[in-house]
Nanobody, 126 residues
Framework: QVQLVESGGGLVQAGGSLRLSCAAS????????MGWFRQAPGKERTFVGA?????????YYVDSVKGRFAISRDNAKNTVYLQMNSLKPEDTAVYYC??????????????????WGQGTQVTVSS
C-alpha cells in the first residue's frame, strides 16, 4: 500500500505561484508513475499532468497548463512536486496526486491510478 499526502495549497493572487508536494509513505515511489489531478467546484476531477519512472522522468501535461506547471520528483524524499506558475482563477480546484505501478501515461491520465491522496485546496483570486 502507498499512502499519499498532498500539501502546499492555499490562496494566491492571479499571476502568482505555488508548489504542491505529494509525500508518499508505505512504499518507495521510485517505480511508480505519478500524476496530478484537480477538481474544480461542481466539476469532475480532471487530469493535469504526470511524471514517469520508466523513461527517465519524462513528463506529460494537458494543454491548459503546459508552460505554466511543472512536475518533478525526488525519489530520495519519496515526494513528487507540482510547481504552478502564472496561476489563473480557473486553476482554482482541489489538487490530488496519484501513484500508479504501470508504465502508462494513458492509464494514469484516465484516472485509473492505484493510489490517491486526499487533496489540497488551491484558490486563485483575480
Amino acid at each position: 500500500q502507498v499512502q499519499l499526502v498532498e500539501s502546499g495549497g492555499g490562496l494566491v493572487q492571479a499571476g502568482g505561484s505555488l508548489r504542491l508536494s505529494c509525500a508518499a509513505s508505505g512504499r518507495t515511489i521510485s517505480t511508480y508513475g505519478m500524476g496530478w489531478f484537480r477538481q474544480a467546484p461542481g466539476k469532475e476531477r480532471t487530469f493535469v499532468g504526470a511524471i514517469s519512472w520508466w523513461s527517465g522522468g519524462s513528463t506529460y501535461y494537458v494543454d491548459s497548463v503546459k508552460g505554466r506547471f511543472a512536475i518533478s520528483r525526488d525519489n530520495a524524499k519519496n515526494t513528487v512536486y507540482l510547481q504552478m506558475n502564472s496561476l489563473k482563477p480557473e486553476d482554482t480546484a482541489v489538487y490530488y496526486c496519484a501513484a500508479d505501478e504501470s508504465q502508462s501515461f494513458s492509464r494514469i491520465a484516465s484516472g485509473r491510478a492505484d493510489y490517491w491522496g486526499q487533496g489540497t485546496q488551491v484558490t486563485v483570486s483575480s
